[in-house]
């Protein structure tokens, strides 16, 4: 059950989410800028903690998922981090650049059931014209319903329902209800609580034999753990 296809590109209760209430909530299309090569792959989102807002997507997307060379760790970006640019999937906001960015030296692609480390934080001085997500407080428990924002199959981005199979420290997995969705470019998309709360970073997700489509996530105590204390990385003038 823990074969994952990494994602560069319901005995289900019905919530029904209050529109009005989200619809500045968005994610992005990242693209991270190196000083030798440029990765356009999968998503990002805004996270809002003690008034400080961050872009929030996976590490692995920097990296042979997101077609460069190789897989970079957090190490690495201390001397190749240039840029992030997000382009927004709604046409009413604008997009957006950050060159800053969190240290974290052991961030890397996914390696084992660790999903920890995959992670890619950066701090955003710039004035956003979005409404930034916030961290749950609690982790989400089995059977819980939870929802994955993100844009599938080319389509306007939504809420995909699912329901929580696993919670641990180092790994939240969840059964969707949409047995054929399609994950690609899904990696590093918000998963929410019925709050709208982000719960997990979506990594990786396919179809599980006997089980049906399931999708993993970096849980949300390695998230809080960075944005709570964030130790910058580098810095770069406009």
């Not at 909530?25 to 356009?40: D, H, M, N, S």
């Not at 957006?96 to 084992?112: V, Y």
């Not at 920890?116 to 089995?142: C, M, N, W």
């Not at 399931?214 to 770069?236: D, E």
């Amino acid at each position: 059950m823990k074969t994952l296809l990494l994602i560069a590109f319901c005995f289900f209760s019905t919530i029904t989410f209050a529109q009005s209430n989200t619809n500045k909530k968005i994610i992005y299309r990242p693209i991270f800028e190196l000083k030798t090569e440029v990765a356009r792959a999968g998503t990002a989102f805004l996270l809002v903690e003690n008034n400080n807002i961050f872009i929030v997507s996976a590490q692995h997307l920097v990296g042979t998922a997101g077609g460069l060379s190789k897989d970079y760790t957090g190490k690495e970006m201390a001397a190749q981090f240039e840029a992030i640019k997000l382009e927004p999937l709604d046409s009413r906001f604008g997009s957006l650049t950050a060159k800053d960015l969190l240290s974290i030296p052991n961030a890397k692609a996914i390696e084992g059931d660790n999903f920890t480390d995959d992670i890619f934080i950066a701090p955003v001085s710039a004035q956003v014209d979005s409404e930034p997500f916030k961290l749950s407080g609690y982790r989400p428990s089995i059977d819980d319903k939870v929802f994955l924002f993100a844009q599938v199959n080319n389509q306007t981005a939504s809420y995909h329902p699912a329901v929580v199979i696993s919670s641990e420290e180092y790994e939240l997995a969840y059964l969707f209800e949409n047995k054929t969705i399609n994950l690609r470019a899904t990696s590093g998309a918000p998963v929410l609580n019925s709050n709208y709360e982000v719960v997990g970073i979506n990594l990786a997700g396919g179809e599980v034999p006997e089980v049906g489509v399931v999708g993993w996530a970096n849980p949300l105590n390695s998230i809080k753990k960075h944005i709570s204390n964030p130790k910058p990385l580098a810095s770069h003038e406009e």
